[in-house]
């Protein structure tokens, strides 16, 4: 900005900074029998944004945004064009996106309860803060619904500190004191963003094409759906290499020799 601007001359000192690398890891999801679990855990409030962040894979910034004029269930589609407090989205342009029926009745219900002009608002009918801990929703939803990566067993009698992680949630007599052993859930470290690769990922397990699922993700380019999720090749590629067989004939058994 400030060689823009004239205040600042010579080579960018920015250039100079090294990149640092990232490791790019899979991406996080919930398998089609988990989402119901997902849902139904949440808290009724809950629901309709998150099940409309499964259904579409939109971005936080995006359903927070979202407004009930966006959302025509006459024509079953959806006007996607605002983040947070943004006129434009991510990509920068509006796309009009269908509905699909599962998510029809969720929708009707955030219509019914939103006390504004919001789809998604807080109880007060204002619109949530960008920092909203939605993953801490997604995090209790979870651990209530059993999607966990264990059990922390916390003894609560003071001064024994006893804890250990079991893969259970069964409350056991702690063996040290004899108290009852408290279970916490260990949820698995999901993100709230991770709904939408599970939009994503659920769409091309179920044969949708790729091309499909980019344009539903909004991505700009077909090779940034490829590239994410990639990994979802990995059954494709074991029918290929199931193709090929090198197994050894077993020798033909001589016959016997009669004296």
Sequence with gaps: MAIRRGLFTGSNPAKTVPRIKQPKRLPQYLKAEEVPLMLTALERRWRPMFATAVFTGMRKGELLALRKSDVDLKTGTRRVGRSHASDTTKGNRE???????????????????????????????????????????????????????????????????????????????????????????????????????????????????????????????????????????VEDMRKGLDQLDFTVPEPATPPSSSH
């Excluded at 909203?132 to 001064?159: D, Q, S, W």
């Design 95 to 233: 796309d009009l996106l269908p509905i699909a029926v599962g998510l029809v009745p969720y929708l009707r219900e955030a219509m019914a309860t939103s006390p504004s002009e919001l789809l998604f608002p807080r109880e007060d009918g204002t619109k949530h803060r960008p920092d909203v801990a939605l993953h801490k929703v997604l995090r209790r939803a979870l651990g209530r619904a059993g999607l966990v990566e264990g059990y922390n067993h916390v003894c609560r009698r003071k001064g024994c500190g006893y804890k250990a992680r079991k893969r259970h949630g069964v409350p056991e007599p702690c063996p040290r004191c004899g108290m009852k052993l408290w279970p916490r859930a260990l949820p698995r470290p999901l993100r709230f963003h991770d709904l939408r690769h599970t939009t994503a990922t659920l769409l091309l397990k179920a044969g949708v094409p790729l091309a499909t699922v980019q344009r539903i993700l909004r991505h700009s380019d077909p090779a940034i759906t490829s590239e994410v999720y990639g990994h979802l090749d």
